[in-house]
């Protein structure tokens, strides 16, 4: 099993789970494929992060053919970056921005 991370991801984890719904129990070969003709931001992070799992399965000994994506899990990381804005009679409405933490998993063809 050979698994990748990408933590602190400014991304709402809403947004990714589209992207990662799609490559999930896929050859890797062909979530590659898929990953390149979806217009997502989401599926250039996730190709990226696909791309670094592959190189690792590399350094391992593992060839691409006999990988695929056992799971991708998207995962809702802090909510530190907080924003204000005003509002009608003095108060104020508040804006979250959300971080997402992606760990996907390959693993060999049965």
Avoid at 40 to 49: G, Q, S, Y
Avoid at 78 to 95: E, S, T
Wanted: hydrophobic share 40%; aromatic share 6%.
């Amino acid at each position: 099993m050979i698994r990748a991370r990408l933590n602190y991801l400014r991304m709402m984890p809403r947004k990714l789970r589209v992207v990662a719904k799609v490559i999930r129990k896929k050859s890797v070969n062909e979530a590659e494929r898929y990953l390149s003709f979806i217009h997502k931001r989401a599926a250039k992070i996730i190709l990226k992060l696909l791309k670094s799992a592959l190189s690792n399965a590399r350094n391992k000994g593992y060839q691409a053919e006999e990988l695929y994506v056992k799971n991708i899990i998207v995962q809702e990381g802090p909510k530190k970056l907080r924003r204000f804005y005003p509002k009608a009679r003095g108060a104020v409405g508040r804006i979250v921005k959300k971080l997402s933490h992606i760990e996907l998993i390959l693993d060999k063809n049965k």
